[in-house]
């Protein structure tokens, strides 16, 4: 087994609420010749870890199977500085496979008291926002503008590492180093996700909300977040409502309507139906109407009218809703209803479920790197 050690230079960790002291956080990745940790083998570690100001790099690497253990070990000793684990697939992966190869050897795994936070399944929700080519971890960071050095896959690298053993070169080393570095590197930038999943699963409390209107028939509603987000630009439109991000802040744009509006109420039998007036009344007090001047109240005709400003409404609002006619799909909610920060949730929480999140790849041996 042989160490490297590096430090480097790159932005700092966002301040995360959930991820706890920024220094006690740790990006971790392994590399192996197969996905079980029977019949295959480990041969390298890599962590990457912010402290004094400056970016560091560690790895392990295992030049044979007689140096798995003393890899297991380091990497167990190393871990007790930290209280928070980043990977991108490693509570299906990584973990159980460092699991498996501890209990193996008899050996305590180190995970029990650690975070975990897979970057994978953040990048897994929010896959129709960052529309990579796949979910694998070099395309998530294609998706947000993150270059690496490194062209090769986690399965070509397996037979890399059998030509290595069978004939150290430094060449063949330096690519087995790169990749294995390039992934743990590439999941600081990729750890922006987390404040789009947040703010699409309604986790990001914003510093600030406030309305205004620009035109008569406009409001705009403007969020701004304490953290910033990865992708800027128009994000989607629903019901005429149209958001778009930038920096740190989302903006809704939300259409008025003034006028006059019908609420359908939801037991047409309990009502009559008086068609001069263009109204309902309760069952109970239809006796004292000209039974001439009244029908059965029906689906359509089971309304009450009103004359207000309105909105779009949207479906996970609960709230009641406006329609012009019955057989219309798009239905307002009143302005006065509105509660600025629900809105906006419920926007957001129905842009990801406007369209099916494709379900990941298949997994192969590169693992989704």
């Given at each position: 087994?042989?160490?490297?050690?590096?430090?480097?230079?790159?932005?700092?960790?966002?301040?995360?609420?959930?991820?706890?002291?920024?220094?006690?956080?740790?990006?971790?990745?392994?590399?192996?010749?197969?996905?079980?940790?029977?019949?295959?083998?480990?041969?390298?570690?890599?962590?990457?870890?912010?402290?004094?100001?400056?970016?560091?790099?560690?790895?392990?690497?295992?030049?044979?199977?007689?140096d798995e253990i003393p890899v297991l070990q380091a990497f167990s000793s190393f871990l007790k500085d930290f209280d928070t684990l980043i990977h991108y697939n490693g509570d299906t992966f990584d973990i159980p496979y460092l699991r498996s190869l501890y209990e193996q050897y008899h050996l305590n795994a180190p995970f029990e008291r650690l975070s975990s936070v897979d970057l994978l399944k953040a990048a897994r929700r929010i896959r129709p926002l960052l529309r990579p080519a796949s979910l694998r971890q070099k395309d998530v960071e294609t998706a947000l503008g993150i270059q690496r050095e490194d062209t090769k896959s986690?399965?070509?690298?397996?037979?890399?590492?059998?030509?290595?053993?069978?004939?150290?070169?430094?060449?063949?080393?330096?690519?087995?180093?790169?990749?294995?570095?390039?992934?743990?590197?590439g999941l600081v930038p990729i750890l922006k996700i987390l404040a789009l999943d947040d703010l699409f699963q309604g986790r990001l409390k914003a510093n600030d909300i406030h309305?205004?209107?620009?035109?008569?028939?406009l409001l705009v509603l403007t969020a701004s977040y304490p953290l910033s987000f990865p992708i800027n630009g128009p994000l989607a439109s629903?019901?005429?409502?149209?958001?778009?991000?930038?920096?740190?802040?989302?903006?809704?744009?939300?259409?008025?309507?003034h006028g006059e509006l019908k609420r359908f109420l939801p037991n047409?039998?309990?009502?009559?139906?008086?068609?001069?007036?263009?109204?309902?009344?309760?069952?109970?007090?239809?006796?004292?109407?000209?039974?001439?001047?009244?029908?059965?109240?029906?689906?359509?005709?089971?309304?009450?009218?009103?004359?207000?400003?309105?909105?779009?409404?949207?479906?996970?609002?609960?709230?009641?809703?406006?329609r012009r006619a019955f057989i219309d799909k798009e239905s307002m909610m009143r302005l006065k209803d509105l509660r600025p920060e629900e809105y906006l949730h419920a926007f957001l929480s129905n842009?990801?479920?406007?369209?099916p999140v494709h379900a990941i790849e298949k997994e192969t041996g590169d693992r989704t790197r």
């Open positions: 087994m042989f160490e490297i050690e590096k430090t480097y230079q790159a932005d700092e960790i966002n301040a995360y609420p959930s991820l706890g002291d920024p220094g006690k956080v740790l990006f971790f990745d392994i590399e192996t010749t197969g996905l079980s940790a029977f019949g295959s083998s480990l041969y390298l570690i890599g962590v990457t870890y912010f402290r004094s100001g400056i970016w560091h790099l560690h790895q392990w690497f295992s030049a044979s199977l007689s986690g399965a070509e690298l397996i037979a890399v590492y059998a030509k290595w053993q069978a004939c150290p070169d430094d060449e063949l080393l330096y690519d087995l180093l790169l990749h294995n570095e390039d992934d743990v590197k309305t205004e209107y620009r035109k008569e028939d629903q019901t005429g409502v149209f958001a778009t991000l930038s920096g740190n802040t989302v903006e809704l744009r939300i259409p008025l309507f047409p039998k309990a009502y009559y139906y008086l068609p001069r007036e263009d109204m309902i009344i309760p069952r109970e007090l239809g006796s004292g109407v000209d039974p001439n001047h009244r029908v059965p109240a029906k689906k359509d005709t089971c309304y009450v009218r009103l004359t207000d400003d309105f909105i779009p409404a949207l479906p996970s609002l609960s709230t009641e809703v406006f842009v990801l479920t406007e369209k």
